[in-house]
């Protein structure tokens, strides 16, 4: 099946993030900029009133931080891939040659040759499983999920190429992520991981997006990674597109109450195509929930309450859409790679850069 829905559904993500809109200019441009223009730097003039950079309002200003932020984050990850593409197309060049092959005629034998095309069954079962997320008909998607599909398989082929071709040895990163700014973000939540922990992940998240989803995985696998160092707080950011995700909120806030807000989380991500009212008292079943204390619980207010608090909280900060990942206070854009969070935490707990493979 494919990678992940991400690429598919860019233009309908789950809401409108700062990674959907935002032309960058080179952080080394915009730092050296900013460091010789500074916030005295006249902007404009009304009359005789001069206007500056610390003049603009409050959200303006916040807003160009933001920007100033995602686009470091996006010059970081777009070197780090290059850097692994980079590697890559050596090893295949230099195995190329030793078969005395072109690099066309090896990449064509070795992996475009060996890509199937995908059934309909699979074609059908993965939009069922993303069609909230994906937001057209099947008939509309379908010509673009067999071309995704081939686009992915033929990218887990190549790395599986690569893999094999580098025999152990690994690619060193050396790059050190870019310094961003922070805010106050509350712990307060559901969470996974010591108190004492040196590192508080705070994810704001919709249990109907697909992109939550992704990154409920990626968390769960940093917190394998650093069961000592990393303690994630889960916030409630149900959106307005999503029938079921205020519901499912309220029903994993009563969970909580229980002492088993993270089961039921899981449960609740492995069934988002449909989570009416049946399948939330279902699923408190499965997760062996008091029932009864469940169903009092949802009809008190309760969850509503704790909801309402994380969605004021998420909208201060200046969430838009989900996942929103906020680590030590930096907000990071969407669901970025496994080895690109390893470096910023690795950074943070002041480890040296390593082979994140």
Not at 51 to 73: F, N, W
Request: aromatic letters at 6%; hydrophobic letters at 40%.
């Amino acid at each position: 099946m494919f990678a992940t829905p991400s690429r598919l559904c860019a233009k309908l993500a789950c809401g409108l993030g700062l990674s959907l809109a935002v032309a960058c200019a080179h952080p080394q441009t915009t730092s050296a900029w900013r460091a010789q223009s500074g916030d005295s730097t006249p902007l404009g003039q009304l009359g005789d009133e001069v206007l500056r950079e610390q003049d603009l309002p409050a959200a303006t200003q916040k807003r160009l931080a933001q920007i100033e932020d995602l686009c470091a984050q996006q010059h970081f990850v777009t070197l780090w891939t290059g850097l692994e593409d980079a590697a890559s197309e050596r090893l295949l060049r230099a195995e190329a040659l030793r078969r005395k092959m072109t690099l066309e005629a090896f990449l064509k034998a070795e992996i475009d040759d060996k890509v199937g095309a995908p059934s309909d069954a699979e074609i059908r079962g993965f939009y069922e499983a993303n069609k909230e997320t994906i937001g057209v008909t099947f008939t509309e998607a379908a010509p673009f999920l067999r071309q995704q599909y081939e686009a992915d398989r033929t990218q887990a082929m190549r790395r599986a190429v690569v893999d094999r071709l580098r025999g152990g040895q690994e690619l060193q990163f050396l790059m050190p992520p870019p310094p961003l700014s922070r805010v106050a973000v509350t712990g307060r939540g559901p969470s996974l991981g010591p108190a004492s922990a040196k590192l508080v992940l705070v994810l704001f998240s919709d249990f109907q997006c697909g992109f939550s989803s992704q990154a409920r995985r990626l968390i769960k696998r940093l917190t394998e990674l650093y069961p000592h160092d990393v303690r994630v707080v889960h916030r409630h950011f149900p959106l307005a597109q999503h029938r079921d995700a205020k519901r499912a909120a309220e029903a994993a806030q009563c969970a909580a109450e229980q002492s088993k807000f993270w089961p039921y989380y899981e449960l609740l991500f492995e069934n988002t195509a449909a989570l009416t009212a049946d399948t939330l008292r279902r699923l408190a079943s499965a997760a062996e929930l008091d029932v009864k204390a469940f169903n009092a619980c949802l009809q008190s207010g309760r969850p509503q309450e704790a909801i309402a608090r994380d969605l004021a909280e998420g909208r201060a900060l200046g969430v838009t859409g989900t996942p929103a990942i906020f680590l030590n206070g930096m907000q990071l854009s969407g669901v970025l790679p496994l080895t690109i969070m390893r470096a910023f935490i690795d950074h943070e707990l002041g480890a040296k850069p390593q082979n994140h493979d």
